[in-house]
Nanobody, 126 residues
Framework: QVQPVESGGGSVQAGGSLRLSCVAS????????MGWFRQAPGKQREGVAA???????DYADSVQGRFTISKDNAKNTLYLQMNSLQPEDTAMYYC????????????????????WGQGTQVTVSS
C-alpha cells in the first residue's frame, strides 16, 4: 500500500518560512514522481512543485524562486522548503506520488497523481 504522510505545517507571519516533509512507504520511492499540491478553501487543488526520479524539478509560477522541492532517497522523504510566505499561500498542502516519473511535468499541471497524503495545513497571516 502506497501511503505518503505529510508533516511540518503550521502558522507563520508573512515573510516567514516553513519546511514540509513527506515520508513515503510501500513502494520504490526513488523511481516515482513526487509532488506537492495545495488547496485553499473554495478553490481547486493546484500543483505547487514536483520532482522526478532523476531529480528534475518543476514549479508553479506563483512559487518559483520562493519554494524548493527536494528529496532524500535514503530516508524516503520528500521536502518542500517554503520561504517568503504570503497570505495567499495559505492552504492545505498535500504530498502525492505517481509511478509515471516521465510524466511528472504534466501530472503536476493536471493534478493527476495516483497516491495522496492526508494533508498538512499552512496558514500565513499578514
Amino acid at each position: 500500500q502506497v501511503q505518503p504522510v505529510e508533516s511540518g505545517g503550521g502558522s507563520v507571519q508573512a515573510g516567514g518560512s516553513l519546511r514540509l516533509s513527506c515520508v513515503a512507504s510501500g513502494y520504490t520511492y526513488r523511481r516515482y514522481c513526487m509532488g506537492w499540491f495545495r488547496q485553499a478553501p473554495g478553490k481547486q487543488r493546484e500543483g505547487v512543485a514536483a520532482i522526478d526520479s532523476g531529480g528534475r524539478t518543476d514549479y508553479a509560477d506563483s512559487v518559483q524562486g520562493r519554494f524548493t522541492i527536494s528529496k532524500d532517497n535514503a530516508k524516503n522523504t520528500l521536502y518542500l522548503q517554503m520561504n517568503s510566505l504570503q497570505p495567499e499561500d495559505t492552504a492545505m498542502y498535500y504530498c502525492a506520488a505517481d509511478p509515471d516519473s516521465d510524466g511528472c511535468t504534466w501530472r503536476l499541471k493536471t493534478v493527476a497523481f495516483d497516491y495522496w497524503g492526508q494533508g498538512t495545513q499552512v496558514t500565513v497571516s499578514s
